[in-house]
């Protein structure tokens, strides 16, 4: 299963990288497509895994951008937590599409925010050069539709992989508070 | 292995403690540790990503533009590539004879040794626009080299190099900044790139009359980048915020998201 996750993980993000990014109008969605995988993958793994696929995606993410080494290891890193707190919340095994899609939606416009948040800081320490920014216009919102239901698909292909393993839901430790 | 609420924040604290270590240390070194080999041994992969991308892109423009239309669109496509570079340097030469001045000479692509590279990704986040190409330093590729396509329209210039790659900062890219020139009159600025999505000249003095439509070029002020490379056409001028330049916003003539094949200006012949 590990295996395949990191397999999924590397052929997500070349899809984003090279793929998506080639293709005229997919550009738009694609540069956060590894970020929804792992949105997805988050909900069904349990933290300390969630905080390993998060490091590993986050160094492959800034090996190949502009970025900080560690920066996007940071904000998904945060993510994880933040997707954890919510799994106690809900407590739910297998999750119907429209929660999957708002935390995918919520989950997108988080990142921005960590970004924002992080790059600001590094800033100050100059670690950082340049000052980001983020349009918040309706297509950013339309991008992050389309990115919830994209992240959906992601979910219901991560829960046919655990099938075809064999890990059934009692292997997903979800801890009610 | 199960964790409480107090044990997560625990862990995030170490693993985010950790990161900013890594910052610290490897802040102001221009290559990050093990950045080498990764990118040296998931090049390969990245450009059959891109071949597929390059396939799709090729099927949807074809259901787009119905059978022998999507042929003859690219073939005019490129004409145009081509004649806007052939333009530039026609404007160029009779700007000169007008001031009867010594020809400088200009940057058509058959003085220039050029190195071909297909792009195999495209970091697009946060306004850095940022292409990777198959080509680094086994194929003489350096920092700083400028990067073009058709007759000499310039799309970036080579921000970083390994082995078998580099990465091109776009001119749309927010740290991309070339020295430019109008070509009518001569008046020089910088050519910076705006929310990864645009380029704006700026720093133009107050004096200098833009047109829509000028055409502006590398000034080659600098040594870094040749003269004479087609940067894009300017539109309305306006004052900067600080009233002491003007700027205004340039039209590219080549499209940065259809990026496929590039050639690296090696150096002149």
Redesign the interface.
């Known amino acids: 299963m590990k295996k395949t996750i990191f397999v999924l993980i590397l052929i997500v993000f070349f899809l984003q990288y090279s793929t998506f990014s080639m293709i005229e109008g997919f550009s738009v969605f694609s540069t956060e497509l590894i970020l929804c995988f792992l949105l997805a993958l988050f909900l069904r793994r349990t933290y300390l895994e969630n905080l390993t696929w998060a490091f590993f995606a986050g160094l492959l993410v800034d090996y190949f951008s502009d970025s900080v080494l560690g920066f996007n290891v940071l904000v998904f890193a945060v993510i994880v937590f933040v997707i954890d707190f919510l799994k106690r919340k809900l407590a739910l095994k297998e999750m119907h599409f429209s929660i999957v899609a708002i935390i995918v939606f919520f989950g997108t416009i988080l990142s921005d925010f960590l970004i924002l948040f992080f790059s600001n800081l590094l800033l100050l320490v100059k670690i950082l050069d340049n000052p980001i920014s983020i349009d918040f216009s309706w297509n950013y919102f339309l991008v992050k539709i389309l990115l919830a239901v994209i992240g959906f698909f992601f979910y219901r292909t991560i829960l046919f992989i655990e099938k075809v393993f064999g890990i059934g839901l009692r292997e997903i430790r979800i801890d009610k508070i | 292995?199960?964790?409480s609420?107090k044990n997560?924040?625990v862990?995030?604290f170490v693993?985010?403690l950790f990161?900013?270590i890594?910052?610290?240390l490897?802040?102001g070194s221009k290559n990050?540790?093990l950045?080498e080999p990764?990118?040296r041994s998931?090049t390969p992969?990245?450009?059959?990503?891109?071949n597929?991308?390059?396939w799709?892109?090729d099927k949807?423009?074809f259901v787009k533009e119905m059978g022998g239309l999507k042929k003859q669109n690219q073939q005019l496509f490129e004409e145009i590539i081509n004649l806007k570079g052939r333009l530039a340097r026609i404007e160029e030469i009779e700007k000169e004879n007008e001031e009867l001045r010594a020809q400088i000479e200009l940057a058509p692509r058959d003085k220039f040794s050029l190195i071909s590279a297909m792009?195999?990704?495209?970091?697009?986040?946060?306004?850095?626009e940022?292409a990777?190409l198959n080509r680094g330093k086994k194929d003489g590729i350096k920092e700083q080299m400028a990067v073009i396509v058709g007759e000499g329209i310039l799309v970036g210039k080579v921000?970083r190099v390994f082995k078998t790659s580099c990465?091109v900062e776009l001119l749309i890219n927010?740290?991309s900044k070339i020295n430019a020139e109008i070509v009518k009159n001569g008046a020089r600025g910088i050519a910076r790139g705006q929310?990864g999505t645009s380029l704006v000249l700026d720093m133009i003095p107050q004096t200098v009359k833009i047109e829509r439509g000028d055409t502006v070029i590398t000034s080659g002020i600098g040594g870094l980048l040749p003269r004479g490379l087609l940067i894009g056409y300017t539109q309305s001028a306006t004052p900067t915020s600080d009233q002491l330049f003007q700027k205004t916003s340039l039209i590219l003539p080549s499209q940065m998201?259809?990026l496929?094949v590039v050639w690296i200006v090696e150096g002149e012949k």
Do not use: C, W, Y
């Open positions: 292995m199960k964790l609420k997560n924040i862990v995030l693993v985010i990161v900013v890594l910052m610290l490897t802040r990050k540790p950045e990764v990118r998931l992969t990245a450009g059959f990503f891109s597929i991308g390059f799709f892109d949807f423009s792009v195999i990704g495209k970091d697009l986040k946060n306004q850095e940022t990777h921000s990465d927010r740290a929310f998201d259809k496929m």
